[in-house]
């Protein structure tokens, strides 16, 4: 999967963070506590302990939107239904204004391939 943002922030803003862009009309946000195995330089097993967020809209969907692991969150990309990618911070489609990009929900001047149709999910 892809990351569009490392945010260097404690765990509980990180999560405050993910609630105001998430947890919006009508959907929630779940988090996961989920260890996965893992190898040493020595070849001991242990675990990496990883929380996993779902932005939640029940029963339509949920969506894997963000982790955090050791100290450290990262958010995902959004598509559309089509895999065209949308707005890092509203997951919306953009448009140009005075040849800036922007965010049709917030205006927020945006990177090109947000929203604008020119960048699509890779299949996988
Ligand atoms: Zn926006």
Known sequence: MSVTNRIKISKKEFEQHL???YAVNGATLEAYVHDERCWDDYGNEGF??????????????????????????????????NGQRL??????????????????????????????????KEMV
């Open 19 to 21: 609630i105001a862009k």
């Open 48 to 81: 990496k302990r990883l929380t996993l967020y779902y932005q939640v809209d029940t029963p339509r969907w949920n969506r894997h939107c963000a982790t955090w692991m050791a100290g450290e969150g990262w958010e995902f990309k959004q598509y559309d239904d």
């Open 87 to 120: 707005t890092d911070c509203c997951g919306c489609f953009s448009t140009y204004h005075d040849d800036e990009l922007v965010c049709r929900a917030c205006y927020q001047q945006v990177g090109v391939g947000q929203g604008d149709g020119a960048e699509e």
